[in-house]
């Protein structure tokens, strides 16, 4: 059973840093495409980021374009995603998901498992 555990979530004032961590279990890591997504109440969970299985293939929403960055580590089993220049607008759940593919998407709907998330909170 595939499994995925975010972690580095936290509180952090406006224009600050966070490295958020994804640890997988259960799948062969390194030969599926990994998301980042994230979800404040009462909306849809948003696209973030994705990162195709080699690495080579990256995608941003514009909204965090030059201030997110997402990488991989194959032999670690573990996606990462650095968040950077915070503004409040970023806060919310942070979800990590994989996908049965190895090549990158944008929406939800085409990654077939989720952790279960992390808080990012940005004060003002």
């Known amino acids: 059973q595939v499994q995925l555990v975010e972690s580095g979530g936290g509180l952090v004032q406006a224009g600050g840093s966070l490295r958020l961590s994804c640890a997988a279990s259960g799948r062969t890591f390194g030969n599926y495409a990994m998301g980042w997504f994230r979800q404040v109440p009462g909306k849809e969970r948003e696209f973030v980021a994705a990162?195709?299985?080699?690495?080579?293939?990256?995608i941003y929403a514009d909204s965090v374009k030059g201030r997110f960055t997402i990488s991989r580590d194959n032999a670690k089993n573990t996606v990462y995603l650095q968040v950077n220049s915070l503004k409040h607008e970023d806060t919310a759940v942070y979800y990590c998901?994989?996908?049965?593919?190895?090549?990158?998407?944008?929406?939800?709907?085409?990654?077939?498992?989720w952790g279960q998330g992390t808080q990012v909170t940005v004060s003002s």
């Open positions: 990162i195709s299985w080699s690495g080579d293939n990256i």
């Open positions: 998901a994989t996908r049965a593919a190895r090549y990158v998407a944008w929406g939800p709907a085409d990654y077939d498992y």
